[in-house]
T-cell receptor, first 114, second 111 residues
């Protein structure tokens, strides 16, 4: 059981380049999330998708776009990367809101923008 | 707006000493509360959760947390820590589909 799978695990980008972080879950969860983790800041919610076909902004959405491709997949796109987006990105998923369960996390993507 | 505050960014303790990691939240609606742990160079794992019922919840490795609605707190405690508890701990709240985290507390254990 793979759980939540993120690709790539590491990436270096030049300022202004674009890229898409991929996330897939095999737990049949309805909700999916993207977070960034920075030292001293904890995890900050970028975007989330409560269910297939919906997406909502989180705490720090600027500079990012997301696509909920289907129930399994939720991608995060950086259109024009900036050094301030250097971070570790985590994707997570959870069951339907009414079940109020915890989030399950992927192993993270370490992104460096130079 | 909802928020989660972890009052201590770092907590150093001696091995076998007790520890408390503090978490306060702010929300105008009912919340569900979690503690996650992140060991060095790893992802996040659920430590324990409060959904309803008894306000005291326990994990399998000796941690416990108590939900206090009047003080809007969910502090994490362990009566005797071990070197293997060295990690960063994150408090989180869930409001409907949204899950937000605190800034984390780094627990360091001294022999």
């Amino acid at each position: 059981n793979a759980g939540v799978t993120q690709t790539p695990k590491f990436q270096v980008l030049k300022t202004g380049q674009s890229m898409t972080l991929q996330c897939a879950q095999d737990m049949n969860h309805n909700s999916m999330y993207w977070y960034r983790q920075d030292p001293g800041m904890g995890l900050r919610l970028i975007y989330y998708s409560a269910s297939e076909g919906t997406t909502d902004k989180g705490e720090v959405p600027n500079g990012y776009n997301v696509s909920r491709l289907n129930k399994r997949e939720f991608s995060l796109r950086l259109e024009s990367a900036a050094p301030s987006q250097t971070s570790v990105y985590f994707c997570a998923s959870s069951e339907a809101p009414l079940l109020n369960t915890e989030a399950f996390f992927g192993q993270g993507t370490r992104l460096t923008v130079v | 707006a909802q928020s989660v505050t972890q009052l201590d960014s770092q907590v150093p303790v001696f091995e076998e000493a007790p520890v408390e990691l503090r978490c306060n939240y702010s929300s105008s609606v009912s919340v569900y509360l979690f503690w996650y742990v992140q060991y060095p160079n790893q992802g996040l794992q659920l430590l324990l959760k409060y959904l309803s019922g008894s306000t005291l919840v326990e994990s399998i490795n000796g941690f416990e947390a108590e939900f206090n609605k009047s003080q809007t707190s969910f502090h994490l405690r362990k009566p005797s820590v071990h070197i293997s508890d060295t990690a960063e701990y994150f408090c989180a709240v869930r409001i409907a589909s949204k899950i937000i985290f605190g800034s984390g507390t780094r627990l360091s254990i001294r022999p």
